[in-house]
């Protein structure tokens, strides 16, 4: 705070012309995403958040979320019997359907719709192909999803087109990252990765001809400042030891929120190094988690120099690394 303030009378002192030279900052963005993409009211809920706040998210879609569970045998996971799935199945065809309605809609708003492979498995000991093989399911399931559950003449007309060429990054389940995932998602096309862990708020690894690959970072959270991978689940297994304890909500949603705002505003005062969070489609400890990011969300992506958008449009933004060192977003 300090080198901010002196930095800023520095300016106040400069002639005119002399502050024009001053680069301005970049916006600061803010990366929020959803890993599931399940529940069909976290759907509504989050797309109203994103429309009230002109906030753009990315869903990191598990595809066994568009099977019904009488169907669970068209995904075969690499390695094992088909139907095994970690995250379960739909319930019905009628659940799927909302669902499906949901990423359309969500999609034409301008949210990032990215794949978090099928059945939730760990693969850091998978095969290139055996990676292959998951998207492939991915892709498949994405692309018959109205059809394979009776829907094909609701299915819209661009449905065919997003699944073929619209998902264009990938989170690794547990972000359980691998070379041999590396190299199948380089082989698979895919622009961005979103698996990684990094000491602080970082810009993305790149490298020429490979996805962008991002980090979740680690903040300071609670009395201790001990830091802590930015995302729900991680925060719901230190405040209260992965057991919902919803009498203690309103204490998990302030301490949630206060790491969230010192992690945002040392950035929005510092070098504005994009900041990412991440959040499942569950509601643990009473919603705290999903209360903290809507209460965020409300108070900065309304900001002019706050850029809420989702992992594919920061791709489009931040270019190749050395872009990113000198872009203005």
């Known amino acids: 705070m300090l080198r901010t303030a002196l930095a800023l009378s520095f300016l106040a002192a400069l002639p005119l012309a002399a502050r024009a030279e001053q680069p301005a900052k970049p916006r600061q963005m803010l990366i929020i995403s959803f890993d599931g993409a399940g529940d069909n009211a976290l759907w509504a809920r989050s797309r109203k958040l994103g429309a009230e706040n002109h906030a753009h998210f990315s869903y990191f879609l598990s595809c066994t979320n568009l099977i019904a569970r009488p169907d ?3 995904y075969k996971p690499p390695g094992m019997k088909a139907g095994r799935s ?12 909302a669902r499906l309605d949901h990423i359309w809609q969500a999609h034409l708003e301008g949210h990032d719709i990215a ?25 498949s399931v994405l692309t018959g999803g109205w059809k394979n559950n009776g829907l094909a003449d609701r299915e819209p007309s661009g449905w065919a087109d997003f699944a073929k060429n619209g998902i264009i990054g990938f989170r690794a389940p547990y972000l359980s990252a691998s070379a041999a995932l590396e190299e199948a998602e380089k082989a698979e096309g895919y622009r961005y990765d979103a698996s990684l862990v990094t000491r602080g708020p970082a810009l993305p690894q790149t490298k020429q001809g490979e996805p962008m690959r991002y980090g979740l970072p680690l903040i300071p959270e609670g009395p201790s400042a001990r830091r802590i991978i930015a995302m729900d689940y991680n925060l719901f297994v230190r405040h209260s030891a992965g057991v919902n304890n919803p009498s203690q ?17 040392e950035q929005y005062n510092g070098d504005r190094i994009p900041l990412q969070f991440g959040f499942h489609f569950v509601e643990m400890n009473g919603g705290a988690y999903w209360q903290a990011l809507e209460a965020l969300v409300k108070d900065v992506c309304h900001r002019p120099d706050v850029a809420c958008v989702s992992y594919a449009e920061a791709t489009e ?10 872009s203005s977003y």
């Open 72 to 74: 669970k045998a068209i």
């Open 86 to 97: 970690n995250v379960g199945f739909a319930p019905t065809r009628e659940d799927v359907a």
């Open 115 to 139: 794949s978090h492979g099928c059945g939730h498995f760990d693969g850091k000991d998978w095969s290139k192909a055996d990676w292959l093989q998951e998207f492939g399911s991915f892709k």
């Open 249 to 265: 909500a309103p204490e998990f949603e302030a301490r949630t929120y206060a790491a969230f705002q010192t992690a945002f505003e």
């Open 317 to 326: 933004m931040l270019g190749t690394k050395e872009e990113a060192k000198t």
